[in-house]
């Protein structure tokens, strides 16, 4: 089970931070997410997932310091969210405003793939 305070060893607790990053626990909390003004990032992690302990931490940062709230889905507890979302391969991590998914991509080095997307992102 993916534990939204296991990842946020070693980042900045600001309440800022606390309050722009989520683990996903209702579909609605979904909907409202992604139909957001303003960028949001997604990521559909699981525990067994390798890759997904190194792209969390590195996306709940980006999150701090650009403001652009973070929802974690737990793809174990929403299979249904993922399959209707396209996830095929893990982490998947979406910036979308709107309900329209600015940008896509799978795997980690998630500042480089954001930074083009997203002020704020160094």
């Known amino acids: 089970m993916i534990r939204h305070t296991r990842y946020l060893t070693g980042i900045s607790r600001s309440k800022r931070h606390l309050s722009?990053?989520?683990l996903?626990?209702?579909?609605?909390?979904?909907?409202s997410h992604f139909s957001n003004p303003?960028?949001?990032l997604t990521t559909f992690v699981a525990s067994w997932a390798?890759?997904?302990s190194v792209v969390v931490p590195?996306?709940?940062?980006?999150?701090?310091?650009t403001g652009a709230p973070l929802l974690?889905?737990?793809v174990d507890k929403h299979p249904d969210l993922a399959s209707k979302q396209g996830v095929t391969a893990?982490?998947?991590t979406t910036l979308a405003r709107e309900g329209r998914i600015l940008t896509r991509f799978t795997g980690v080095?998630?500042?480089?793939?954001?930074a083009a997307f997203l002020p704020g992102v160094p």
């Open 50 to 52: 390798g890759p997904c």
């Open 90 to 92: 893990l982490p998947t």
């Open 20 to 22: 722009s990053v989520k």
């Open 58 to 65: 590195e996306l709940e940062a980006i999150s701090c310091e």
């Open 72 to 74: 974690i889905v737990d």
């Open 109 to 114: 080095n998630a500042r480089k793939r954001l």
């Open 24 to 31: 996903l626990r209702r579909r609605s909390d979904f909907n």
């Open 38 to 40: 303003e960028p949001t």
